[in-house]
């Protein structure tokens, strides 16, 4: 399939709705069904047969057959269509007219990508990209439970990797896996196991990126390959003592833990050596904390010269700083990302690999998705996409008005074609408290 045919998802009103379209729910509706009647409860058993429902019963949600709606029910998602029933999921001018007909207001549909205009399209994007922070979230906590048992068996002498590798087969095509990266500031994260998985996403969705736009042939067999190496750059604190890697104390960097901990690549050096793990997949392991400047104390372990860093195990250096500044800790601040990107460019060249952070940097922008900012009219918006051109200029969406006031309305601004700029970075917990990551998800766009 051509490139320009690619089928997209993307969220459409009645009035949007065309033909060429596959409508995959029916999730917008009149208000006669939220709260409904009898009558109305029939003509869905009747027509929707064996059509799954989401709706809302005293106070709770449930997923049910529409079989079993009952007077009072609030109706707020309609999918799983079986086959029987295309005649209403393939759109016609003649099912357009019904819908309106009968108050069906919003639908999540396939459509083709050459079918829709430039603004169309990034609207599509934004939309198939909140659709995926949910599971993307619930793909990252079952991957830190998996990351945990693996290091805590791997302590006890039992590296069974079999769990790791199932996890990594189930999410390795996942859409959802991206949206993980769009999360990192906005879902509490640890100094371990979270952050294998956050980092490896991140490193999964900027890598293939530099790829693709630098024409370069990646060094990984695939890409199953590629997230075992990001996700267990780390492996080598499975040989650190649970205590010392679950502590929030703040180690003097002359004690005795300090040391087990600055030993860690070198233990996974060790450990994927006996794997008999390409030589690729041992460099990411073991230099992913060598600077560029290596004679800097922060620089470990020893090298003899720079040029032993591959270029995968220089990005992931970036990546694994970046999430631990904006990393969510019970124990400290994190940065914004906005902020640790400031950082890390003060440091490019001398502590970091000046070509990777450039590509890292133009992936992730000066705004990286998820980011929550101040607009110059004191409105709030969420960061959704990054600019191919003026990066300090991303696409916004208000979650917040000049008064304080939220916004459920939500329209994507470009900042490109805007006089509005940025005014200034935000903390999302200090303006969401722990919601920063609900109301980012809830973005739709019409």
Not at 116 to 139: D, T, W, Y
Not at 352 to 378: C, H, K, T
Request: aromatic share 8%; net charge negative; with cysteine.
């Amino acid at each position: 399939m051509a490139k320009d045919d690619l089928i997209i998802q993307s969220v459409v009103g009645i009035n949007d709705l065309k033909e060429r379209m596959t409508i995959n729910s029916y999730n917008g509706f009149h208000p006669k069904f939220k709260a409904t009647d009898e009558k109305t409860c029939q003509w869905l058993r009747h027509n929707f047969k064996n059509v799954s429902a989401t709706i809302e019963r005293n106070g709770k949600s449930y997923d049910i057959k529409i079989d079993q709606i009952q007077q009072g029910d609030a109706l707020f998602k309609l999918y799983n269509f079986p086959n029987e029933l295309r005649k209403l999921t393939i759109v016609t001018d003649r099912l357009i007219r019904e819908l309106k007909s009968r108050g069906f207001l919003r639908f999540h549909v396939d459509q083709l990508a050459s079918s829709l205009s430039v603004e169309q399209r990034e609207i599509a994007n934004v939309n198939h990209l909140i659709q995926n922070i949910k599971k993307g979230a619930q793909q990252r906590d079952k991957g830190k439970v998996v990351v945990e048992e693996l290091l805590d068996h791997a302590r006890d002498g039992d590296l069974n990797t079999a769990e790791i590798v199932n996890f990594i087969k189930d999410v390795s095509q996942d859409p959802a896996m991206d949206a993980v990266s769009a999360m990192v500031g906005l879902k509490e994260s640890d100094q371990t196991y979270a952050h294998c998985i956050d980092v490896g996403a991140i490193f999964l969705t900027v890598y293939y990126d530099v790829m693709k736009k630098n024409n370069r042939k990646s060094i990984f067999k695939n890409d199953q390959e590629a997230m075992f190496s990001s996700f267990l750059h780390d492996i080598g604190k499975s040989r650190i003592p649970k205590d010392i890697l679950d502590s929030t104390i703040r180690f003097d960097r002359d004690s005795e833990e300090m040391k087990q901990m600055f030993n860690h690549p070198v233990y996974g050096k060790e450990i994927l050596e006996k794997m008999k793990m390409p030589d690729y997949v041992i460099n990411m392991a073991h230099y992913h904390h060598v600077k560029a400047e290596t004679t800097m104390a922060s620089s470990y372990p020893e090298v003899e010269n720079y040029d032993e860093v591959l270029y995968e195990t220089r990005l992931m250096s970036i990546i694994d700083v970046y999430q631990a500044l904006v990393g969510k800790r019970s124990y400290k601040k994190s940065w914004t990302p906005p902020a640790a990107i400031r950082y890390i460019d003060t440091l490019a060249g001398v502590e970091y690999d000046f070509d990777a952070w450039d590509d890292f940097l133009n992936i992730m922008g000066r705004y990286p998705i998820g980011s929550l900012v101040e607009l110059s009219e004191q409105s709030i918006a969420f960061v959704v996409s990054v600019p191919e051109g003026d990066l300090y200029k991303p696409g916004v969406v208000r979650v917040r008005n000049a008064g304080g006031g939220d916004i459920d309305d939500h329209s994507l601004l470009n900042l490109a074609d805007s006089d509005i700029t940025i005014e200034k970075d935000l903390d999302s917990t200090e303006i969401f408290g722990t919601q920063g990551l609900e109301v980012f998800s809830g973005i739709q766009l019409l």
